[in-house]
Nanobody
Framework: QVQLVESGGGSVQPGGSLRLSCAASGSTADYYAIGWFRQAPGKEREGISCITSNDDSTYYADSVKGRFTISRDNVKNTVYLQMNRLKPEDTAVYYC????????????????WGQGAHITVSS
């Protein structure tokens, strides 16, 4: 099973930026796709972005499209989530995860995930 370790969480004011990192053990051959989901208190888990292993296709939830960017460094086996123009509604715990569905119609079917990184957006 792939081991995932997130870093880069914190607090920021609305409109600010943060970057999350996810260091993955193993190789990209070990999973179909890797991405991020978040969970806010009292809300359901939301898949927000993913990147496929075979062709680096990227997908985003509508809630973050145009503000967040996912990328990968294959040498470091690390995935990043650059988050810009953050809003208070982005406040949540963010998890890096491997997933089975990474497509324009869904970011879901999470297989394994890390410990989570807290993001708070508040003035």
């Amino acid at each position: 099973q792939v081991q995932l370790v997130e870093s880069g969480g914190g607090s920021v004011q609305p409109g600010g930026s943060l970057r999350l990192s996810c260091a993955a053990s193993g190789s990209t051959a070990d999973y179909y796709a890797i991405g991020w989901f978040r969970q806010a208190p009292g809300k359901e888990r939301e898949g927000i972005s993913c990147i496929t292993s075979n062709d680096d296709s990227t997908y985003y939830a509508d809630s973050v499209k145009g503000r967040f960017t996912i990328s990968r460094d294959n040498v470091k086996n690390t995935v990043y989530l650059q988050m810009n123009r953050l809003k208070p509604e982005d406040t949540a715990v963010y998890y890096c995860a491997t997933l089975g569905i990474c497509s324009w119609w869904g970011i879901t079917d999470f297989n394994s995930w890390g410990q989570g990184a807290h993001i708070t957006v508040s003035s």
